[in-house]
């Protein structure tokens, strides 16, 4: 089956850019997100790549996959207090239509001053 | 446009009791989804519904957890005879359900807690 695996932990400091590590398992073509999750809140799709991409770019943030290793990688440009929360990434089941989506465990981000 | 609803946001229990917990899609949204996630872990996927269907309960415990999803009104996740293994929080999500990627939208979540 399908297993999504994240480091645990991230601390940078404000202005630094943050990169976030991923790597999942399905070999078949697969959507993949990632989202932010604050403190006590829900999650925030922050955006997704369909696995026949290398790269999306959407303001500071840019996504970077490389599909030989299924390694999937978030970078923050210019990292704020305010990014501070926990991040996951996820892979849609292809053998559900992509409706089932499998979540790593997230990386805690800390951005200190 | 008002995001995914959940409510209530916390619930206590007391182990045997019922626990229910709904969700209100977005507007435009036929598919709902609920997610659970332990303590210091990932979400794992429980069930996925449209309308008046379950579609996938592969990540539903076969026991005391039901899901529906009624022609009106919102989705329900039923919890009976509650125990202290299911204290967790509980995540809504919907999509409009497009062929391709089908972006989720999640709601704030319910953390229930049983004593």
């Known amino acids: 089956g399908e297993d999504v695996e994240q480091s645990l932990f991230l601390s940078v400091r404000e202005g630094d850019s943050s990169v976030i590590n991923c790597t999942y398992t399905?070999?078949?073509?697969?959507?993949l997100y990632w989202y932010k999750q604050e403190p006590g809140a829900g999650l925030q799709l922050l955006t997704y790549?369909?696995?026949?991409?290398d790269m999306k770019q959407d303001q500071r943030l840019t996504v970077l996959l490389n599909k030989k290793d299924k390694h999937l990688s978030l970078r923050i440009a210019d990292t704020q207090t305010g990014d501070s929360a926990i991040y996951f990434c996820?892979?849609?089941?292809?053998?559900?239509?992509?409706?089932?989506?499998?979540f790593g465990t997230g990386t805690r981000l800390l951005v200190s001053p | 446009n008002a995001g995914v609803m959940q409510n209530p946001r916390h619930l206590v229990r007391r182990r045997g009791q019922e626990a229910r917990l709904r969700c209100s899609p977005m507007?435009?949204?036929?598919?709902v989804y609920w997610y659970r996630q332990l303590p210091e872990e990932g979400l794992k996927f429980m069930v996925y519904?449209?309308?008046?269907?379950?579609?996938?309960e592969s990540g539903m415990p076969k026991e005391r957890f039901s899901a529906e999803f009624p022609k009106e009104g919102p989705s329900i996740l039923r919890i009976q005879q509650v125990v202290r293994g299911d204290s967790a929080a509980y995540f809504c999500?919907?999509?409009?359900?497009?062929?391709?990627?089908?972006?989720?939208?999640f709601g704030p979540g319910t953390r229930l807690t049983v004593l």
């Open positions: 996820a892979e849609g089941d292809p053998n559900t239509g992509f409706q089932k989506l499998v």
């Open positions: 399905d070999s078949s073509s697969t959507y």
């Open positions: 519904l449209q309308k008046e269907n379950i579609i996938d």
């Open positions: 790549i369909f696995s026949n991409m």
């Open positions: 999500a919907s999509s409009p359900y497009r062929e391709g990627t089908d972006t989720q939208y």
């Open positions: 507007k435009g949204h036929s598919h």
